[in-house]
């Protein structure tokens, strides 16, 4: 179901690869970096077919981004994700130092940033992006209903 409003064109490419990810019968969610707007970065679950507990959308799209630019640290670099990101990809996300996080539907079970682990609220955590949650909301919600729904 689309959204209301337009969505920025790195949450709408962000949906597509997620819709590719489900499509390859992973998890349904993507990622993309901007920097200036313009996409540097964008990945999509792979833990199935990479056999990696790490190949989140997330860390998929930061290590992208931060291969494209030559630095790991991302300063001026937005992230935008169908998903909130779990505790593993929040610590990365602050270990990147990306400036702003967008991110589609709550993980009330598996989140690490607004819920659970709250990660950027701990004193150990170093550096704190602007977080914006509810970007396309209910297409990323929709997208994961629908692909665990069929599971069941």
Do not use: W
């Amino acid at each position: 179901m689309p959204s209301v409003f337009p969505l920025p064109a790195a949450m709408a490419r962000a949906l597509e690869l997620a819709r590719a990810a489900a499509a390859a019968q992973e998890v349904p969610i993507g990622a993309v970096v901007t920097r200036g707007g313009t996409i540097i970065g964008e990945g999509e679950n792979r833990n199935r077919r990479d056999n990696d507990p790490t190949a989140h959308a997330e860390i998929v799209a930061i290590r992208a981004a931060a291969a494209h630019v030559g630095d790991f640290r991302l300063t001026d670099c937005d992230l935008y994700v169908t998903l909130e990101p779990c505790p593993m990809c929040a610590g990365a996300i602050a270990h990147a130092r990306i400036a702003r996080l967008y991110y589609g539907a709550e993980d009330p079970k598996g989140g690490g940033v607004e819920h659970g682990a709250r990660v950027f609220a701990q004193a150990q955590c170093h550096h704190r992006p602007e977080v914006y949650g509810g970007l396309g909301e209910r297409e990323a919600a929709a997208l994961l209903l629908d692909f665990f729904a069929a599971r069941r």
